[in-house]
């Protein structure tokens, strides 16, 4: 059962019991899959974080100690689009997440994302799974993962989004992920190398 901290704690962060999964006696290795399944974001009646807190997500974390953990799992439940912009100078790519794809390109160049104000949004899906999209194609191109620090909101920050690979590569690992995954989608924006 739930006590009183944690369903204070799950009203903070916008869950409910709804979100739980009661993980008594199970390893993490055992109820990952069948929250998963479930899709469940919180297991409580684990084995105590060193604060003593006995909520984990899906993946181990202790969401109360550092609830940037449930971000991360929230964000992969989202809707909307998963983009591709590509910065001209550097060749780079970054594959994101956005509500609003109508005004992420500005939004990139505003800010100089990763060092650069030249940032193209070359491709573009529209899916109520955009979150796992994001996740799993992130996940199928992390060779080509690439960091770079940057100035932004007064403070040095790390770019984690880029990739050192092709368009032409990143592009069909979405549209492949999309597609093995039975993931519904559509193509909203789609410009090739002459259009860019």
Known sequence: MLTKEQLLFLHSQGLSKEDTFDALGMTQSTYYPIMKKA???????????????????????????????????????????VYIAI????????????????????????TYYANFDDWVIRFAIKSEYAGKIEELVKMRLYAYSYQLEYFHDGKMQIATELLNCDFKKAKSTIIDACKKSQYEYKIVLNRNEKNS
């Open 39 to 81: 899709n469940k974001l919180i297991a409580y009646n684990t084995k105590p974080c060193k604060n003593g807190h006995t909520m984990r997500t899906r993946s181990g974390h202790c969401p109360q100690c550092n609830t940037a953990y449930l971000k991360f799992i929230q964000r992969s439940n989202e809707g909307g689009f």
């Open 87 to 110: 910065s001209q100078r550097s060749k780079l790519c970054k594959i994101g997440l956005t509500h609003a794809i109508a005004v992420r390109e500005e939004s990139l160049n505003r």
